[in-house]
Nanobody, 123 residues
Framework: VQLQACGGGLVQAGGSLRLSCAAS????????MGWFRQGPGKEREFVAA?????????YYADSVKGRFTISRDNAKSTVFLQMNSLKPEDTGVYYC????????????????WGQGTQVTVSS
């Protein structure tokens, strides 16, 4: 499975961005899809996950709750991350990932990773 993320860019604090991640699989609905990020000098961290069944639950890191929304279009094999009220601390490389099972916030649970897209939030 190949994952292609896009939508990153430079935005001022308080602004919005929408990330997309397209997957090259016909069994997209079988995967839990997650977003992770790695800020400058930081370890990669969990951001959000959309569980693998239609209408399934979404989970968020505390730092993005109420500001970020994950969604998925199983027909188009695509997962989205709508990011609102962006803060400078949201700066980093954002990765999408696909999981066949396991704990949704653990990197080890994800079988496939995209190449990452840079998000920079200026103050």
């Amino acid at each position: 499975v190949q994952l292609q993320a896009c939508g990153g860019g430079l935005v001022q604090a308080g602004g919005s961005l929408r990330l997309s991640c397209a997957a090259s699989t016909r069994t997209f609905s079988s995967y839990t899809m997650g977003w992770f990020r790695q800020g400058p000098g930081k370890e990669r961290e969990f951001v959000a996950a959309a569980i693998n069944w239609s209408g399934g639950s979404a989970y968020y890191a505390d730092s993005v709750k109420g500001r970020f929304t994950i969604s998925r279009d199983n027909a188009k094999s695509t997962v989205f991350l709508q990011m609102n009220s962006l803060k400078p601390e949201d700066t980093g490389v954002y990765y999408c990932a696909a999981s066949l099972g396991g704990t949704y916030y653990r990197e080890i649970s994800y079988n496939y990773w995209g190449q990452g897209t840079q998000v920079t939030v200026s103050s």
